[in-house]
């Protein structure tokens, strides 16, 4: 559960109407990465309680439901279980280390050798051939779904499990109000567009409206009625749709409720679910449990609208171990 979730109201002596000190922080993040027209909009804090809130369970049991935090502090578990299950080798996790940005910040002002970390990545299936045995039989060219991880991030290294997770709360939450801003920007861009084929159509229309004059005064007969009515048509509806968005622009209320109506209904737009994988009798990670029904690792895959899809797994790392081959500091 969410710490934005753990307020009593009546315990801190606050009236119905007040918002707890963690919820107007996660407001105040939404109108930081959202549409700055929201601001205009008389009592929009108080119209973005129950989204936000709303949001914050949603994303609270999200959370609750990434596997871990897995230990990888000692050698053989960077070996037998980060690097097995993730990496490639050795080489692509210190190389994804080295130009990690998050970890680059945290290591000078970490106090402790253990920490958690959130680690997000790319998850493809691909089909493979291998053997696979059963019994006493080794059947081969048997067709498998193998899984290969990419784009790997070490994000928000945390000196504690709490804070880690109050970081990924923050950061979710960060995504969703710019995800809404970036939709608002598609449809200005959309807006643009829309102006300019305006301008075109009617240059067009202008152009076969005058080659139709000449034509009837030379006593010819008149053709391209068809492109005429489709070049009509297709400008009525272009200012139809043009027409929609100034009313929206000009509305910053408009605005209040796109981020609302996200944000209220996050499990619309924001989809997760547990990947399992085993490993075959190589160590090659496949896609979903052992013939026993058994996963030997599982990560949260989280899709966000067509834009965001990443797996994720929490992460218990020892500073020592895990950079002690690396060209990083420690």
């Not at 200012?239 to 929609?244: C, G, P």
Request: hydrophobic share 40%.
């Amino acid at each position: 559960m969410s710490k934005w979730m753990r307020i009593d109201r009546e315990m801190l002596g606050l009236a119905s109407e007040a918002t707890p000190p963690d919820l107007q922080e996660a407001i105040e993040l939404v109108l930081d990465h959202s549409c700055p027209k929201i601001r205009l909009v008389r009592g929009h804090r108080k119209m973005l309680r129950q989204p936000v809130e709303s949001a914050m369970k949603f994303i609270a049991g999200l959370i609750d439901q990434i596997p871990g935090p897995i230990d990888v502090s000692s050698d053989s578990a960077v070996d037998d279980v980060l690097v097995k299950s993730f990496f490639l080798d050795r080489d692509q996790l210190r190389n994804t280390l080295a130009g990690d940005p998050d970890v680059k910040a945290f290591l000078p002002g970490a106090p402790d050798d253990s920490f958690f970390v959130l680690l997000t990545m790319g998850r493809e299936v691909r089909k493979i051939f291998g053997s696979r045995q059963e019994g006493e039989i080794l059947l081969t060219d048997v067709a498998m779904k193998a899984i290969q991880f990419s784009d790997h991030k070490f994000r928000v290294p945390s000196p504690s499990t709490v804070k880690l997770k109050d970081a990924v709360e923050k950061g979710l939450l960060q995504i969703l109000a710019h995800w809404v801003l970036e939709g608002i920007l598609e449809e200005q861009s959309r807006k643009e567009e829309l102006s300019q084929l305006k301008e075109e159509l009617r240059a067009k229309l202008k152009a076969m409206a005058h080659e139709r004059h000449r034509m009837v005064l030379e006593w010819r007969s008149e053709t391209g009625q068809t492109s005429y009515a489709e070049a009509q048509k297709l400008l009525e509806s272009v200012e139809d749709e043009l027409n929609a968005m100034n009313a929206n622009a000009i509305d910053p209320a408009y605005y209040l409720g796109e981020v609302s109506r996200v944000l209220g209904h996050v499990g619309d737009f924001l989809t997760i679910k547990r990947a399992a994988m085993h490993f075959d009798r190589m160590g090659i990670p496949l896609d979903g449990p052992s013939n026993e029904e058994k996963a030997d690792m599982e990560v949260l895959e989280i899709q966000l609208g067509d834009t965001l899809r990443r797996s994720c797994v929490f992460l218990k790392c020892s500073r020592k171990t895990l950079f002690k081959k690396s060209a990083l500091p420690v």
